[in-house]
């Protein structure tokens, strides 16, 4: 079945860099997505990226895709307080409803 | 843009009752909505899937008569939550998915649900 993991909790020291992993288990996902989700709220879609690409960069986020491990990794540069928050990988199909299969989220702690 | 809100942001009701969620689009069409329940410290569940002027289709073990949801425009969809009970208590938080972006989803702002 699908199965979408990444680990529970980082803590970073501000202006250092954060790196969050997932992984995956649908061999067929097409995207892959990273949110970001602060207390109380809804989800933000902060970057996502097709299965055949390496790489995506966004100003301060950067993106690694290996597929052949079916791992996904989302790295904020310069990480401020502001980035305090949880962060959600999501995976999805480019069939049916293209409906997304969540990861269990990983609380990011930014100190200062 | 891209925006999508929900309303109530919270809601306070009696075992027994009924409540309505709503989810708008603002300033795009959607042609698919999607509803989701997230339990404290939890990833998102999806509950089900509406379709602009077609029936929701549910996934499993979500009870299609206790989550009523109704899709009637492109910009529009509800969830109702009947006869709520206590275990229904929980963050709903719904998505709309504009038309001709079917990778692309934008969320509401979630409404917490609390039933006495």
């Known amino acids: 079945g699908e199965d979408v993991e990444q680990s529970l909790f980082l803590s970073v020291r501000e202006g250092d860099s954060s790196v969050i992993n997932c992984t995956y288990t649908?061999?067929?996902?097409?995207?892959l997505y990273w949110y970001k989700q602060e207390p109380g709220a809804g989800l933000q879609l902060l970057t996502y990226?097709?299965?055949?690409?390496d790489m995506k960069q966004d100003q301060r986020l950067t993106v690694l895709l290996n597929k052949k491990d079916k791992h996904l990794s989302l790295r904020i540069a310069d990480t401020q307080t502001g980035d305090s928050a949880i962060y959600f990988c999501a995976e999805s199909k480019a069939s049916g409803t293209y409906k997304y299969i969540f990861g269990t989220g990983t609380r990011l702690k930014v100190l200062a | 843009g891209a925006v999508v809100s929900q309303h109530p942001s919270w809601v306070i009701c009696k075992s027994g009752t009924s409540v309505k969620i709503e989810c708008r689009s603002l300033?795009?069409?959607?042609?698919?909505m999607f509803w989701y329940r997230q339990f404290p410290k939890q990833s998102l569940m999806l509950m089900a899937t509406s379709n602009e002027g077609s029936k929701a289709t549910y996934e499993q073990g979500v009870e299609k008569d206790k989550f009523l949801i109704n899709h009637a425009s492109l910009t529009l969809s509800t969830l109702t939550v009947t006869s709520a009970h206590p275990e229904d208590s929980s963050f709903y938080i719904c998505?709309?998915?504009?038309?001709?972006?079917?990778?692309?989803?934008?969320f509401g702002p979630g409404t917490r649900l609390l039933v006495l």
């Open positions: 649908d061999s067929s996902s097409t995207y």
């Open positions: 300033d795009f069409q959607a042609t698919t």
């Open positions: 998505s709309a998915r504009p038309r001709g972006r079917p990778e692309t989803q934008y």
């Open positions: 990226i097709f299965s055949n690409m």
